[in-house]
């Protein structure tokens, strides 16, 4: 089985099409705070959330019950692709069902590696993969350049360095950012 959680209007061929709004169509309504999901442990060899984690678990307690959902119904070395918009972004911004910002380093504090590292290394990162036992690692990271900042790259007006440097200090660099993790079982 391959999930696309909160799919909304944007259904993928070969996909279950999951969604809390039965307005949308989906192939499945389901409301994914509300836990545990209908779907079985390791049943999932593909997951796909596009602009969907933002808008879960208001409260922290219920967001890691969701980052636990997801650990459980992906099955083991499954490829999860989430995209979210970009924290320094006004696309984050504007909506107000956004609840948190999701960034890649986010996952680094729900990867045992990374906890077992940060932890030898003395470093105060909450080890949660250790705490909430999930285990995800990622695989890559990609970032789409907001318009303006995208033809200034094209031009050469800028390079890739320029991009790094104003993405960590400056808004509407980024727009969106996609991670793609696996499941490690």
Not at 28 to 49: C, G, N
Not at 78 to 103: E, G, K, Q, W
Not at 171 to 177: G, P, Q, R, S
Request: proline share 8%.
């Amino acid at each position: 089985m391959r999930l696309n959680l909160g799919c909304g209007n944007r259904k993928l061929d070969g996909f279950l099409n999951v969604d809390k709004f039965a307005t949308c169509e989906p192939d499945m309504v389901v409301d994914l705070e509300a836990l545990p999901w209908p779907f079985e442990t390791d049943s999932a060899e593909e997951i796909v959330m596009t602009h969907v984690l933002e808008h879960l678990g208001p409260l922290p307690e219920h967001f890691m019950g969701i980052i636990k959902e997801l650990y459980r119904v992906a099955a083991p070395g499954a490829p999860i692709r989430i995209t979210v918009p970009h924290p320094r972004s006004d696309m984050f911004l504007d909506d107000p069902t956004h609840v948190r910002p999701i960034t890649p380093q986010l996952f680094s504090l729900l990867s045992k590696e990374d906890n077992r590292r940060t932890i030898a290394e003395g470093l105060a990162n909450s080890p949660l993969g250790l705490y909430y036992d999930v285990d995800f690692r990622t695989l890559k990271v990609d970032f789409r350049l907001s318009p303006r900042w995208g033809t200034m790259m094209k031009s050469g007006e800028v390079d890739h360095n320029a991009i790094v440097a104003a993405m960590q200090s400056q808004w509407n660099v980024i727009d969106e950012v996609e991670i793609t993790l696996e499941a490690v079982k």
